[in-house]
């Protein structure tokens, strides 16, 4: 069979489960009003309005009461009825009346199997008994038709698969997902929280989330330094107008927070930081031979996104980008992009990441620029990604409207896909706010603005290495780099020398002084997942060493302080 | 003479000026109207409606004008005259009747010297003759009664003093702070700058500010996780309800900025950063042994001030403090106000700072919490200072609702006083949100939280430090330390080697290889204030050295690089 064709087959019989799932649940709970039970992804979900909330305890009866159904093989009969007839079929199911109503043909078409009938357009299996491995995984809340204003309804999740040592592949790999997701690592390790009094979107960086941001951003900052970058800041607002100069106003609007009013202006929280930028390029006369001029900030910016997609860190409506803006003559388009892939390549692979997809968008209908300023631009883009014998996918026409750009998506440990770094090519904001430099024929001429980000976020970010590590850091990013245990309480001073020695040298030691027994204290370590564990008795107090224990449970035995220091810092420098 | 009668003999004089300078006013510009006139820290100023605006070129012959005035000798005469007759006299000066109206006496005063009449309460010198020696010493614009829907007059301000030698140093003082300026210097060291564009208040930092920033923040964030504080990121905006909750809203609506509106709920842009800290707190029980627990962040913060107060980065609209807060017993509040100091202390003197005030806010008369928490805070706070043998003056009254406090304010090299580290007691908050933790008997108490900040924002300390230093910063924090000048092209080469040999160790090094002569680049270095020059030519290329040159001027000759590595290394690891 071939991919579409099983493709088609699986589709089909995601659909056919719904329906089964639907007729199971109309056995237990007669009463039931039906949604719409659409497929997704590896399977399949259906809304159903019920007499009471479903727990976890309802899953395994409405499953045995599909097995039946699949068992008795019943098949799926498709019919074509006027809407009238159908009205009178569902007059008892008012969501389906409301889809009825809506549909404009004279007709419509129904499928039944046994004893459920559903509105549907199939095509599903010939019957019942043809369906294979499936699983109902969860539960969740869902508004009739995603409208906070219509009714909450009961969602049930469902997977299937032709066998069942996929059904097993997949459920042992959402387990091990689950395991890993970031929403509950970032609790378990205490990197952050988000809080309803606060607002949904906006993240609180614990310490240990900002020890292992802070070391992003210095090992961000010192490699952007080295690479010819000025870091720079500017203010999370700005004047309303000047939103309107840049066009965000008119094409972004639906992203923006709305103005606050100071002094009779309108400001606004920014959704980019490229404004201030070109004002600090702005405040002094540039010639041809100060560019290209690389601005880069941390910045914290802000963009509504509806409540419903907000996603831990993954999803946020105020995060910090690892901006930076390059100013450069047209002719120096390649060799920047060139230097920015190279650094990407840099970054990523300094996180663990060797797995990536890159992706070349090019001129969408609407467009600035002129059209030759497009081919070459993208022409550059080609031939960089050519030079660095980078394999890409074109996105034809899914460039932004003022220029082309190279995306890259990460892949985590688990084959997730990430959006990584971007790289835009502008021509339309230097056109707007005149950003120039003065070429060597001594007049002026617009400058050609790259926008790129190497890491994306430092949520969206924090997000992917929390997954992609399953919250066991390279020693590097880890928050706590070792912990000091000691046996008794006689060790404790011996302990505390240990850790001043270890921080005097960088190294984020803690000492776990707790009245409690030192195996709970390494479990708990484990479990906090710090790589090294140094355990402290009377043995290691006379022999100046301690007994080092790494997080995956193995005993490296006595090693001396000096050691012990020496092998984490090694460590440390090497990012490993 | 006695300190008092000097103070008001001087007063006297001052005010005698103005009006001199105003019939000198009145000689030059016969249709003046006259504003008001008072005495201001040594000196005066005059507000004038004029035919023309004032220049510079004007004030000698308006100062010759007075010196004319001062050798006649006129006495100056007062008179008390009834409203009515004010009226007739200041029929032409409609500033002047407006003021008369608002006068609820019967009568009011008026004196006279030579040709010119004024309205005014005295007192002044018996006659002109007996000023001594005056400047006036600039011309600036001011809204009539500060308010900007008034008419823009026109105000010249002017110095006097008893003796030539005082005026001359004042003048003298006066050119060093103008030379100092960190508005001046800002612009000219290309360190940061305000657009209108974005809005007044708010600030760019550029490159090199930013690097001096960026030099604060690591020793800053590196120097409070060894002494055990948390570093966290909090969001810059939170719900409105939130800052109801916390009294912000009622104590300090006059400092907000408008909220704004998403999905039907408000959002405020945080003007403090203490709810996100106690939220990270109440994010997990606490129990006595986990405190103090100690949050810092360098967070943004937003607060509305008049344009007309807006200065430089020393007033602005949007500043990032160094700002922590220390959640901790009631007990503990001595022993965590005496390290705050130890490390304010410690802060001051790594950034040159060697004189400061201490000033102890004690209860007002409205207040959060109990007569005896207060009680014991401020005994606590008094404890401490003395421990530490730091003389302070008391502020009876002049604590915030919410608990005693300490001011320290700095002297920078002019003997400008700058506000510097802050520590608040907080009874109020750890109220108001329920922020306890479970005590040795096992049930909860209220922490107390200490606000504080040891530089106070990073905009005013940079204006401070580019003051204190004239621009010249150390080493440690200048944003060039070491620009490396190749004298012909040939040596260009070389001084790449040396730049990122540098570059490699932390130094912040340049070369500048632009087609200009030596001199002119060595000129321009010594105004940028880089404390090392690198010259290069064909000596220095066959000795891997270079000459070496200071800021100052000062020739150090023939260094091998390797010196002057170590040399700018140990100048940065010592801050000196």
Redesign the interface.
């Known amino acids: 069979m071939k991919r579409k064709e099983r493709d088609e087959q699986l589709e089909r019989m995601h659909h056919s489960v719904a329906h089964i799932m639907a007729e199971a649940v109309q056995c237990v709970f007669p009463e039931a009003k039906f949604g719409i039970g659409p497929t997704i992804e590896n399977g399949f979900y259906y809304d159903f309005e019920l007499p009471r909330p479903l727990t976890p305890e309802d899953l395994p009866v409405i499953k045995n009461k599909m097995r039946e159904i699949i068992d008795q093989n019943a098949p799926f009969v498709a019919q074509e009825i006027s809407k009238d007839e159908a009205r009178g079929l569902f007059a008892a199911q008012p969501y389906k009346l409301e889809l009825i109503n809506e549909i404009s043909d004279a007709s419509v078409t129904i499928y039944k199997q046994g004893s459920f009938t559903d509105l549907c357009r199939g095509p599903h299996l010939d019957s019942t008994g043809e369906v294979r491995e499936f699983e109902l995984t969860h539960i969740a809340g869902a508004y009739w038709r995603g409208d906070e204003k219509q009714p909450m309804l009961q969602r049930i999740y469902g997977v299937a698969f032709g066998s069942r040592e996929e059904l097993e592949e997949y459920l042992s790999h959402q387990a091990e997902a689950a395991k890993r997701d970031h929403r509950k690592l970032g609790k378990e390790l205490?990197l952050f929280?988000i809080?309803e009094?606060?607002?949904p979107g906006?993240?609180?960086?614990?310490?240990r989330g900002?020890?292992i941001?802070?070391t992003i951003e210095?090992f961000w900052?010192a490699e952007h330094f080295?690479r010819g970058y000025?870091?720079?800041?500017?203010?999370?607002?700005?004047?309303l107008?000047?939103w309107k100069?840049s066009g965000h106003w008119e094409f972004y609007r639906d992203y923006l927070?709305?103005?606050?009013?100071?002094?009779g202006?309108q400001?606004m929280?920014r959704p980019m930081n490229c404004?201030?930028h070109i004002?600090?390029y702005k405040?002094?006369l540039r010639s041809y031979?100060n560019l290209p001029l690389k601005?880069a900030e941390l910045g914290?910016v802000?963009r509504?996104e509806?409540?419903g997609v907000l996603y831990g860190l993954a999803r946020v409506?105020?995060f910090?980008q690892d901006d930076a803006h390059i100013f450069c003559r047209p002719a120096q388009v390649e060799e920047e992009v060139l230097e920015v892939l190279r650094l990407a390549q840099f970054m990523m692979s300094s996180f663990g990441f060797d797995q990536y997809e890159l992706f070349l968008s090019t001129r969408p209908e609407k467009y600035a620029g002129t059209e030759s300023m497009w081919v070459e631009a993208t022409e550059s883009l080609k031939r960089v990604l050519e030079r660095l014998a980078l394999p890409y996918e074109v996105d034809p026409g899914q460039g932004v409207f003022y220029g082309p750009k190279i995306d890259i998506k990460l892949k985590d440990a688990l084959g997730h896909v990430w959006q990584g770094p971007t790289i835009q090519v502008d021509f339309n904001l230097p056109q707007r706010f005149g950003v120039c430099y003065i070429g060597e024929d001594g007049s002026e001429h617009s400058v050609t603005m790259i926008h790129r980000t190497v890491l994306g976020s430092m949520e969206r970010f924090l997000a992917c290495l929390i997954e992609h590590y399953g919250g066991a850091f390279p020693v590097w990013l880890s928050p706590v780099q070792a912990m000091i245990i000691p046996i008794a309480d006689r060790h404790v001073d011996y302990t505390r020398k240990i850790e001043s020695d270890l921080?005097n040298e960088g190294i984020r030691a803690l000492v776990d002084d707790?009245p409690e027994r030192m195996n709970l204290k390494i479990r708990e370590a484990q479990l906090e997942k710090v790589p090294y564990m140094l355990i402290v008795g009377d043995k290691e107090v006379a022999s100046s060493s301690a007994s080092l224990r790494l997080r995956n449970g193995e005993d490296l035995g006595l090693e001396t302080v000096a050691e012990i220091r020496s092998r984490i810092q090694s460590a440390i420098e090497t990012r490993s």
């Open positions: 205490d929280s809080h009094e606060i607002g906006l993240i609180c960086w614990h310490s900002a020890l941001r802070q210095d900052k080295r000025d870091v720079v800041y500017t203010p999370h607002i700005a004047k107008d000047l100069t927070f709305s103005p606050m009013e100071i002094e202006q400001y929280l404004l201030g004002l600090i405040s002094k031979r601005y914290t802000y509504y509806r409540t409506r105020g910090t921080k707790r």
